[in-house]
């Protein structure tokens, strides 16, 4: 098992260029959640999916888009990037909400100029 | 409403010596998980623990050891004998059951640097 892998690892956007960061896991995981770490931070919740087809804000959702048309995939749409989404981004799955804990990516380190 | 507080920011500690990083949270659910992150400078998440909120036996593992009071809303972790490979970024991260998603709260992470 590859679990959770996300692509690129780093990436330099001009503002308002936009771009994609993909997310695979090949665990059969129904939940998938995009977090976004910035310095000296927590993770936070931008967007989540209980399955294909179905996705939801989470706590920070302004300027981002996610899809998810199959189990494995979970993709972040950035639009028009801004500063202010410099960011590390982890895309993490699980089995269920609770009590099973979240496999993490190894992220995306995103700066936007 | 849901917060997780790791007072802490950096913590120093020489080989060899125990270290304890503390985990406020705060939760209207009774039902409620909490876990345990370490971020290695690589970057990537590994996760340490979960712990359900009916069960307030300590654990151990190896030289780790979580101490769990609902009475002080707190979910410490310590290290005994610290290795330099200890070294990393720890979260404490709260998941409600209340909520659908099953989204983590995260507090914002100690980060601890054990010098050889």
């Known amino acids: 098992n590859a679990g959770v892998t996300q692509t690129p690892k780093f990436r330099i956007l001009k503002i308002g260029q936009s771009m994609t960061l993909q997310c695979t896991q090949d665990m059969n995981h129904n939940y998938m959640y995009w977090y976004r770490q910035d310095p000296g931070m927590g993770l936070k919740l931008i967007y989540y999916s209980v399955g294909a087809g179905i996705t939801d804000k989470g706590e920070v959702p302004n300027g981002y888009n996610v899809s998810r048309s199959t189990t494995e995939d979970f993709p972040l749409r950035l639009e028009l990037a801004a500063p202010s989404q410099t960011s590390v981004y982890f895309c993490a799955s699980s089995y269920s909400p609770r009590p099973y804990e979240q496999y993490f990516g190894p992220g995306t380190r995103l700066t936007v100029t | 409403a849901q917060k997780v507080t790791q007072a802490q920011t950096e913590i120093s500690v020489v080989e060899k010596e125990d270290v304890t990083l503390d985990c406020v949270y705060e939760?209207?659910?009774?039902?409620?998980?909490l876990f345990w992150y370490k971020q290695p400078p690589s970057g990537e998440l590994v996760f340490l623990i979960r712990r359900n909120s009916f069960d307030e036996q300590n654990e151990i593992s190896g030289r780790y050891s979580w101490n769990f009071q609902k009475s002080t809303s707190s979910f410490n972790f310590t290290i005994t004998a610290s290795q330099v490979v200890d070294s990393a970024v720890y979260f404490c991260?709260?998941?409600?059951?209340?909520?659908?998603?099953?989204?983590?709260?995260f507090g914002k992470g100690t980060k601890l640097s054990v010098k050889p």
């Open positions: 991260a709260l998941s409600e059951a209340g909520r659908s998603q099953g989204n983590l709260i």
């Open positions: 939760t209207r659910d009774t039902t409620y998980y």
